[in-house]
């Protein structure tokens, strides 16, 4: 248990439907990321928020969006979904200034259909 | 942040050290050596890190060639809980992004 929770568990959606998926960090932490995972893949770097503004972002397109809210729990939203989205969306939490580790929450599927 | 290289699979008795090599041959100076693991159906799962040392925690130890371009992680003795996705990353901030591989699939064998 890394005390970072992800929800939903599972979801399914629509081609072209609309999805919020949610992120409570680890207490103390202020920094969150998000990365998807395609079946049979390594993690991928969507983006990063430290301190509600974003801190990098990956190789996703702008349909891709966050937030990060004051006490560091976080969302990620993706519009227009494709089939291709279909994944395990994980997030990651940790105190930028003073951490080696990144704790992972156990990931919401997402199945587009 | 510098490429890694990994087996596609490996396996191992239950109770036999597991040696998970990792070839980083573009490694820079400032870049650390980080392993996480990822049990089926779960979030990765940081297991240790280095820099140019050999590092041990209770979980594993960490091997890194002098040269820096290789490294292995050691699992002394593992357990079928061991079975995992294990994920060699290069990186100067282990807060910043983390690029994974394909990682090497670890299945231990009773």
């Known amino acids: 248990e890394t005390g970072v929770t992800q929800s939903p568990t599972h979801l399914i959606k629509t081609r072209g439907q609309q999805v919020t998926l949610r992120c409570s960090s680890q207490?103390?932490?202020?920094?969150v990321s998000w990365y998807q995972q395609a079946l049979g893949q390594g993690p991928q770097f969507i983006f990063q928020y430290y301190r509600e503004e974003e801190n990098g972002r990956g190789n996703f397109p702008p349909r891709f969006s966050g937030l990060q809210f004051p006490n560091y729990s976080s969302e990620l939203n993706v519009n227009a979904l494709e089939l291709d989205d279909s994944a395990l969306y994980l997030c990651?939490?940790?105190?930028?200034?003073?951490?080696?580790?990144?704790?992972f929450g156990p990931g919401t599927r997402l199945t587009v259909t | 942040d510098a490429k890694t290289t990994q087996p596609t699979s490996m396996d191992c008795a239950e109770g036999r050290a597991a040696n998970l090599p990792c070839n980083h041959s573009t490694i820079s100076g400032n870049e650390y050596v980080y392993w996480y693991r990822q049990i089926h159906s779960q979030g990765p799962q940081y297991i240790i890190h280095g820099l140019k040392n050999n590092e041990t925690n209770e979980m594993a130890s960490l091997i890194i060639t002098e040269d820096r371009k290789s490294s292995t992680l050691i699992l002394p003795h593992a357990t079928l809980r061991d079975t995992a996705v294990y994920y060699c990353i290069v990186s100067r901030d282990s807060s910043y992004k983390l690029i994974f591989g394909s990682g090497t699939r670890l299945l231990v064998r009773p």
């Open positions: 990651a939490s940790s105190f930028k200034e003073d951490s080696y580790e990144q704790y």
């Open positions: 207490s103390g932490h202020n920094t």
